[in-house]
C-alpha cells in the first residue's frame, strides 16, 4: 500500500511586540502548538513565519510575505496557535479572514482544531462561534491594555518615571559624568557661569563621551541640568 503524502500547511505565530518576541517563550511556544497539531492531523509543515508586530494592524510584513509565498506555491492551509494570534482587534481578525476566504486559503486553529475559513462559509452558528472567540480576544486585549496602563500610571505617581528611554545619569558610568557637568555650570564667585553650549564644547574637547557616542550639545547639557532629582 502507498504511503500516503501529508497534506502541506504553513505555520503562523504572531507576538505584538519585540520584547515578546526576545523572550524565548512566545514564539516558540506558538509554533511547538502548531507543528504538534499539523502532525496530529497529518499536515506537514513547510515553513513557520514569525511576526513580531501589534495585532490592531491588519497590515504585517511576515504575513504579507506569507500570504504572497503561499497563493505563489500552492499550499492552501494556514495553521495558527489561536484566532487572537491572527489578531485580537475583532475587526482587523474578520478582515483577515475574509481575506482568507476570498483566496481559498484554509485558517486552522490549532487551540480548538477549527477550520475557521470553512465554518465562516457554511455554518452561520459556527460563524457566530468565530465572531465570539475574537469578541473575546478583543475584551482581553483591552483589559491587558487598561491593567497595562493603571501600572504605569501608579509607577509614575511613585517615581517621575516609568517607560521611554532612561535619562541620562541613569547608569552607574554616566553618573561622575553628570557630576561634572553641574560643577562646569556652578557660578563662582567673580566668574561667569559657563553657558550650556560652552559646556558642551568643553565635553567634547576633553573626549567625554555621550551615551551612544554622538557629540555633546547644547541642547542635552540643559536637559541633564534641568532635570529633577
Request: hydrophobic residues 35%; contains cysteine; proline residues 3%.
Amino acid at each position: 500500500m502507498a504511503k500516503q503524502t501529508k497534506k502541506q500547511a504553513v505555520g503562523y505565530c504572531r507576538v505584538s511586540s519585540i520584547g515578546q518576541q526576545n523572550n524565548g517563550t512566545g514564539l516558540d511556544r506558538q509554533e511547538d502548538t502548531v507543528k504538534s497539531f499539523a502532525k496530529r492531523n497529518g499536515y506537514k509543515i513547510i515553513k513557520v513565519y514569525h511576526e513580531a508586530f501589534t495585532g490592531t494592524e491588519s497590515e504585517r510584513p511576515a504575513f504579507d510575505a506569507m500570504l504572497a509565498e503561499v497563493l505563489d506555491n500552492g499550499c492552501r492551509t494556514i495553521i495558527v496557535e489561536s484566532l487572537d494570534r491572527l489578531a485580537r482587534d475583532l475587526a482587523v481578525q474578520m478582515q483577515i479572514i475574509a481575506l482568507l476566504t476570498n483566496k481559498g486559503i484554509a485558517l486552522l486553529s490549532a487551540s480548538t482544531g477549527q477550520n475557521v475559513t470553512e465554518s465562516m462559509e457554511s455554518d452561520p452558528m459556527m460563524r457566530a462561534m468565530v465572531q465570539m472567540q475574537g469578541t473575546f480576544a478583543e475584551l482581553d486585549k483591552r483589559l491587558l491594555v487598561r491593567k497595562l496602563k493603571k501600572g504605569r500610571d501608579a509607577c509614575r505617581k511613585r517615581t517621575g518615571r516609568c517607560e521611554g528611554r532612561k535619562p541620562y545619569g541613569f547608569y552607574p558610568s554616566e553618573v561622575p559624568i553628570v557630576k561634572y557637568i553641574k560643577q562646569l555650570r556652578r557660578k563662582r564667585k567673580g566668574e561667569t557661569r559657563m553657558g550650556y553650549l560652552t559646556i558642551a564644547k568643553r565635553l567634547n574637547a576633553e573626549g567625554v563621551p555621550t551615551r551612544y557616542g554622538a557629540a555633546w550639545s547644547d541642547m542635552q547639557v540643559r536637559a541633564i541640568l534641568s532635570r529633577k532629582k
